[in-house]
């Protein structure tokens, strides 16, 4: 079993910054590509950000493209979300998610997913 646990989430002014991380100890864990997904009350969860194995290849939607940067710790069982200007329409529950292939922008490929932070903007 691979768990994943999110922290950092909290509420911000629209404008402000929130940087989330994600962690396991598992050291298997360590060659999984993962991402960063988010899911508002009564809508779709949605791709934020994806990071491969070694954090050299990076995805992000185009809604957060210039303002969230995605990045893995040294350990590479450590996995970050750094979210500037932050707008109103990011706030959802973002969930952390963990695949043994490789990092896509669908939620189905990924097999392994923390129980989620949740980021609320202010206008």
């Known amino acids: 079993q691979v768990e994943l646990v999110e922290s950092g989430g909290g509420f911000v002014q629209a404008g402000g910054s929130l940087r989330l991380s994600c962690a396991t100890s598992?050291?298997?864990?360590?060659?999984?590509?993962m991402g960063w997904f988010r899911q508002a009350p009564g809508k779709e969860r949605d791709f934020v950000a994806a990071?491969?194995?070694?954090?050299?290849?990076?995805m992000y939607a185009d809604s957060v493209k210039g303002r969230f940067d995605i990045s893995r710790g040294s350990t590479k069982n450590t996995m970050f979300l750094q979210m500037n200007s932050l707008k109103p329409e990011d706030t959802a529950v973002y969930f952390c998610?963990?695949?043994?292939?490789?990092?896509?922008?669908?939620?189905?490929?990924?097999?392994?997913w923390g129980q989620g932070t949740q980021v609320t903007v202010s206008s």
């Open positions: 998610a963990a695949t043994a292939g490789l990092p896509t922008t669908d939620s189905r490929d990924f097999d392994y």
């Open positions: 598992r050291r298997t864990y360590n060659n999984y590509a």
């Open positions: 990071v491969n194995w070694s954090g050299a290849s990076k």
